[in-house]
């Protein structure tokens, strides 16, 4: 909420209203209801609904309430002034218009010459400015976030589709994600997206293929003594590479900075069944998921996982002195 007071006048009276980080107007209760001549303010605010009412701090004046354009309508209607229509029409076809035109509006009076009212202009235009840039610094900073993510995207958008694990690394990799084959490979089988022991290691799992994330290649080898054997390569399918990109929203999920839920007791000196109950009760360091988002009603298998930096920051807040050998 911004904390400049803008002032208008309607027949004598004073308006006071503000506008939000969105830009939407918002107007001291007391003044409407003096303006309406509504009697008890705080009757009459109790038939406005919550998103339709606020508080705001006016500094050495302390807390008022304030509305915002829908509450100042139900107001008006509340009014049994005469004169309600004719404020309703002012604020509506004026005052709206022109915060949301320039950020202000330009109260004027006859005898306002031309510099004063440029003075005013001025002002406002400098509020608006000022606006601008900062929805220009919280777009930017969003882009920013989501920039991994549609390098990732651009990167899956340029391939042919399906690939080789190793092939969907080096694409991460050269779109800014920090991992390697290896590290890859270790991920897909922790979280149950590969077979672990046997002739079944780096092989898609079932759930893995019924998830439509990767396909099994099998290519015939026939040796010097005659005998075939079938080799099976997993390759990495659209979907496949588009899920990856989950990961890219925290940045670090693919790197070698997380620690899991054995690690992290380890560094708070505590039990694993302890943690597991934090996170359970929503005590302790945020911690992420790893895989796809389970489907309605099936049981969330994902691994846990702790960026490193937040947990240790976490356990220094909270006097936790012991530390993961990196």
């Known amino acids: ?29 007391k003044d409407v209801c003096d303006i309406l001549e509504i009697s008890n303010p705080s009757d009459a605010l109790k038939r406005l609904d919550d998103d ?20 100042l309508y139900v107001l008006v209607l509340g009014s049994r002034k005469p004169e309600a229509h004719e404020f309703k029409r002012w604020v509506t076809h004026e005052v709206l218009p022109q915060i949301r035109k320039t950020g202000g509006y330009i109260p004027t009076t006859d005898m306002d010459d031309d510099m004063t009212i440029l003075a005013k202009a001025v002002m406002i235009g400098q ?8 929805r220009i610094a919280e777009q930017y900073e969003h882009i920013k976030a989501l920039e991994p993510k549609a390098r990732f995207a651009d990167a899956v958008a340029a391939s042919d589709g399906t690939c080789l694990i190793g092939e969907l690394a080096k694409m991460l990799r050269q779109n800014g994600l920090n991992i390697g084959q290896n590290r890859l490979f270790e991920i897909l ?10 002739s079944n290691r780096n092989v898609p799992t079932q759930k893995a293929m019924d998830l439509g994330l990767f ?42 900075d997380l620690l899991t839920p054995n690690e992290l007791a380890v560094m708070l000196g505590m039990s694993v069944r302890t943690l597991a109950n934090w996170r359970s009760t ?30 240790e920051k976490w356990a220094l807040a909270h006097r936790y002195q012991r530390t993961v050998a990196r």
């Open 215 to 256: 396909r099994i290649k099998e290519t015939a080898i026939t040796h010097s003594d005659g005998h075939v054997t079938i080799n099976r390569t997993a390759k990495v399918t659209g979907k496949g590479q588009t899920t990856s990109s989950a990961a890219t929203a925290h940045p670090t999920t693919m790197s070698d």
């Open 282 to 311: 929503g005590k302790g360091p945020p911690y992420l998921k790893i895989g796809v988002e389970p489907s309605e009603g099936h049981q969330d298998r994902r691994k846990v996982r702790y960026q490193r930096q937040v947990a």
């Open 127 to 134: 509020r608006t400015m000022e606006t601008q840039k900062r």
């Open 52 to 71: 339709e009412r606020s508080r705001f701090n006016l500094g050495r004046q302390g807390e008022t309430n304030i509305v915002n354009e829908a509450g």
């Open 1 to 29: 909420m911004s904390n400049e007071i803008q002032r208008f006048e309607f027949k004598g009276a004073s308006l006071r209203a503000l506008t939000d980080e969105a830009g939407e107007p918002w107007f001291v209760a």
């Open 189 to 198: 089988r922790q979280d149950g997206y590969l077979g672990k022991t046997g």
